[in-house]
């Protein structure tokens, strides 16, 4: 995946209200000083830990649109090591869908009639990507970014997400509707060498990994390499 147009390298001075941020440039004619920072877009709901550092260097997409409250929105951020980190969530699913097409998850099998954002289940909620793979059976696949980071180790998620075990649940019951069902976990951050669920940020999230597992869902970990031209899809990364 590739960015539309280049970013805009900018330094974070904070991140509130779970979707702002502000940045500044000294370089940046926009700016009277540095005490004057620029409000942009944070397309993350998370906790975002360890990736919204003050003083950390962070990169902006531009809308090119006057109309829009906020005209930039947060990208990327570097940690104090150099590794990348993809903080909007938005772009997995790209990444994901690229990755399935160029066949980089070769565990999921090859896989056919892909299509994004489809209805599906009792309650006709959205799919990331629905295929079919070579035998003809429907595969059903969630994404979830990860961003969260210890010690090499990637978490999903970052906080509580009531949201993500309603996905779940949802791919248990295609499981047991005799469909395929996958997790793939999309790595944004550049120092994760493998994808865990989180029990200390969402115990019952991680808890009901299980009980998926046991019903079937499949998991996996896609690694990539994040720089402010792209994000490009690499392989597998162990799932746990």
Known sequence: ????????????????????????????????AAETPLTVHCPNTGAMTGCAEPGMRVWLSDSN????????????????????????TQRANTVVGEALQLGLLKSLGPLQELRAEQRYGY?????????????GQQLFIEVKSVTLAEQRQ????????????????????????????AVVYCVLHGDVQSVQAAAHCDPAYAELTHKAKQSGVEFYALQTDITPQGIRAIGELPSK
Not at 68 to 88: D, P
Not at 123 to 132: H, P, Q
Not at 175 to 181: E, K, P, Q, Y
């Open 154 to 181: 990637g978490y999903f998620p970052d906080t509580v997400s009531k949201r993500a075990s309603e996905h779940l649940l949802s791919l248990i019951d295609m499981c047991r509707d005799g469909h395929r069902a």
């Open 123 to 135: 309650d006709n909620r959205r799919i990331d990507w629905l295929a079919r793979d070579a035998q």
């Open 1 to 32: 995946m590739q960015f539309d147009n280049p970013l805009r390298e900018a330094f974070l001075v904070r991140r509130y209200k779970r979707f702002l941020a502000d940045v500044y440039h000294p370089d940046w004619p926009e700016y009277a």
């Open 65 to 88: 649109n006057s109309k829009r409250k906020y005209r930039y929105t947060w990208e990327l951020a570097e940690t104090s090591s150099g590794a990348g980190i993809c903080v909007n």
